[in-house]
């Protein structure tokens, strides 16, 4: 059997889990790829989600061989058979745990981007990975999660050796693997798409976790859709990731900037707080890789609003997304092609935030019909007047908010965050009007 990606891996895994619905889980990805799969169990599971960062601490003058493990917050095991065997001196084994532990450190601080670990004493670890070949890692992960005060630890994967279970049992309380074949070189052959993951992927599926546990649940794990798609737009393909809250009646289209990506940081922390709000959210490239090297495909406005037409086509067309009110959020760039494809005759947008827009790359605002929101910084010279400009050429009802201390990409503490906010409040107040006038 093949996983299509680690998404279907995780819900198939996620479904063989489901057991453990009614004790307390922690979900424990292991960075990067495990993490996505690690997702869809959490979110099944309606159970915290968090990363278990380990190193193998590797014999001095054989690295392969593992003498112990360290993970975060100090936690080191140690095995004593191998520490003896070899005649280990502390000296050593004090240096290649610093090495290590520098190692655990740094990825910690990139993945975790300041939030704490989740506690695990007295709870049961469920340590999720997107397969196993030889299992050192995962050996040493679930040792680190017991030495964290896991009660059980329970390790779980989409596909591993045949002899998965005994090589583990040492470690882990129960290994739960969906597929063992018999023939088994590398986990990339049992997945379709294989693509590495991201540091940024991991933290964004974090922060979302985190965001679903915030919310009533439905009663049903798949009542929200979240899924990754594949649209073609102006004869090129391009990606997205499509979250559509249980019961939502609206759905906001996000169009990012220059050099950025579906998988911008800043767009997710404002998705998250939309679909807190149940607001639909689709963010997608504009652009191909290749197109996003040529700046003449950068700064082509009347592209990217072409293909951001497209895609509400797209999204008119899809059974799930057919009724929703569509909004459109834009960022530099991505804020004029927003202006833009709203000014087309019939467009069937009702409303537009722009945050940090470039609205004077975007031709015919006199002709945009949905209620516009302009976010700008306060520091943000240049692009302030150029919204100030576009304020009085918009015949629609249209604002412009000031975001005070924010700089252009509003890095400031708590700057993102006010845009965000403001954006739920308009998009809330704009697309729930539409709907009830429809």
């Given at each position: 059997?093949?996983?299509?990606?680690?998404?279907?891996?995780?819900?198939?895994?996620?479904?063989?889990?489901?057991?453990?619905?009614?004790?307390?889980?922690?979900?424990?990805?292991?960075?990067?790829?495990?993490?996505?799969?690690?997702?869809?169990?959490?979110?099944?599971?309606?159970?915290?989600?968090?990363?278990?960062?380990?190193?193998?601490?590797?014999?001095?003058?054989?690295?392969?061989?593992?003498?112990?493990?360290?993970?975060?917050?100090?936690?080191?095991?140690?095995?004593?058979?191998?520490?003896?065997?070899?005649?280990?001196?502390?000296?050593?084994?004090?240096?290649?745990?610093?090495?290590?532990?520098?190692?655990?450190?740094?990825?910690?601080?990139?993945?975790?981007a300041g939030r704490p670990p989740v506690p695990?004493?007295?709870?049961?670890?469920?340590?999720?990975?997107?397969?196993?070949?030889?299992?050192?890692?995962?050996?040493?992960?679930?040792?680190?999660?017991?030495?964290?005060?896991?009660?059980?630890?329970?390790?779980?994967?989409?596909?591993?050796?045949?002899?998965?279970?005994?090589?583990?049992?040492?470690?882990?309380?129960?290994?739960?693997?969906?597929?063992?074949?018999?023939?088994?070189?590398?986990?990339?052959?049992?997945?379709?798409?294989?693509?590495?993951?991201?540091?940024?992927?991991?933290?964004?599926?974090?922060?979302?976790?985190?965001?679903?546990?915030?919310?009533?649940?439905?009663?049903?794990?798949?009542?929200?859709?979240?899924?990754?798609?594949?649209?073609?737009?102006?004869?090129?393909?391009?990606?997205?990731?499509?979250?559509?809250?249980?019961?939502?009646?609206?759905?906001?289209?996000?169009?990012?900037?220059?050099?950025?990506?579906?998988?911008?940081?800043?767009?997710?922390?404002?998705?998250?707080?939309?679909?807190?709000?149940?607001?639909?959210?689709?963010?997608?490239?504009?652009?191909?890789?290749?197109?996003?090297?040529?700046?003449?495909?950068?700064?082509?406005?009347?592209?990217?609003?072409?293909?951001?037409?497209?895609?509400?086509?797209?999204?008119?067309?899809?059974?799930?997304?057919?009724?929703?009110?569509?909004?459109?959020?834009?960022?530099?760039?991505?804020a004029a092609a927003a202006l833009r494809a709203?000014?087309?005759?019939?467009?069937?947008?009702?409303?537009?935030?722009?945050?940090?827009?470039?609205?004077?790359?975007?031709?015919?605002?006199?002709?945009?019909?949905?209620p516009t929101l302009l976010i700008v910084g306060?520091?943000?010279?240049?692009?302030?007047?150029?919204?100030?400009?576009?304020?009085?050429?918009?015949?629609?009802?249209?604002?412009?908010?000031?975001?005070?201390?924010?700089?252009?990409?509003?890095?400031?503490?708590?700057?993102?965050?006010?845009?965000?906010?403001?954006?739920?409040?308009?998009?809330?107040?704009?697309?729930?009007?539409?709907?009830?006038?429809?």
């Amino acid at each position: 059997m093949a996983f299509a990606n680690r998404v279907d891996a995780g819900r198939g895994l996620a479904a063989a889990l489901e057991r453990f619905a009614d004790e307390d889980v922690v979900v424990l990805g292991l960075p990067r790829g495990g993490v996505p799969v690690a997702f869809e169990v959490a979110k099944t599971l309606h159970a915290p989600l968090d990363v278990l960062v380990v190193r193998k601490l590797g014999v001095p003058f054989q690295p392969e061989l593992a003498m112990g493990a360290v993970g975060e917050s100090g936690v080191e095991v140690l095995n004593d058979r191998v520490l003896g065997d070899m005649q280990i001196s502390e000296e050593e084994i004090a240096a290649v745990e610093q090495r290590e532990r520098e190692v655990v450190d740094r990825r910690v601080g990139r993945l975790r981007a300041g939030r704490p670990p989740v506690p695990l004493e007295g709870r049961t670890a469920l340590v999720v990975d997107d397969g196993i070949a030889t299992g050192s890692t995962a050996r040493a992960a679930c040792q680190v999660a017991r030495a964290k005060g896991a009660r059980r630890v329970v390790l779980a994967v989409p596909v591993g050796p045949p002899d998965l279970a005994g090589r583990l049992a040492d470690s882990a309380d129960e290994v739960v693997c969906l597929e063992t074949p018999s023939v088994f070189f590398a986990i990339g052959e049992f997945y379709t798409d294989f693509a590495q993951t991201s540091d940024e992927q991991v933290t964004d599926l974090l922060a979302r976790a985190s965001a679903l546990l915030d919310r009533p649940q439905t009663g049903d794990p798949h009542g929200d859709l979240d899924q990754e798609v594949r649209l073609t737009v102006r004869h090129a393909g391009v990606s997205g990731h499509l979250t559509v809250p249980d019961g939502a009646r609206s759905l906001v289209i996000f169009a990012h900037g220059s050099g950025s990506s579906r998988h911008s940081p800043r767009n997710r922390q404002i998705a998250r707080v939309l679909n807190t709000a149940g607001l639909g959210t689709l963010l997608f490239d504009l652009l191909t890789p290749d197109e996003e090297r040529d700046g003449a495909h950068v700064f082509d406005v009347e592209l990217l609003a072409q293909r951001l037409r497209d895609v509400t086509g797209w999204v008119r067309a899809q059974p799930a997304t057919a009724a929703l009110a569509v909004g459109y959020f834009g960022a530099s760039t991505g804020a004029a092609a927003a202006l833009r494809a709203a000014a087309f005759p019939g467009s069937a947008v009702n409303a537009v935030v722009s945050r940090g827009g470039r609205p004077d790359l975007a031709a015919g605002l006199d002709q945009v019909r949905a209620p516009t929101l302009l976010i700008v910084g306060e520091h943000d010279e240049l692009v302030l007047g150029l919204n100030q400009q576009a304020l009085g050429q918009l015949r629609c009802e249209a604002r412009l908010t000031v975001v005070p201390g924010a700089t252009h990409l509003f890095e400031e503490p708590g700057a993102l965050q006010v845009v965000a906010e403001l954006a739920r409040d308009w998009f809330v107040t704009h697309l729930m009007a539409s709907r009830t006038a429809v």
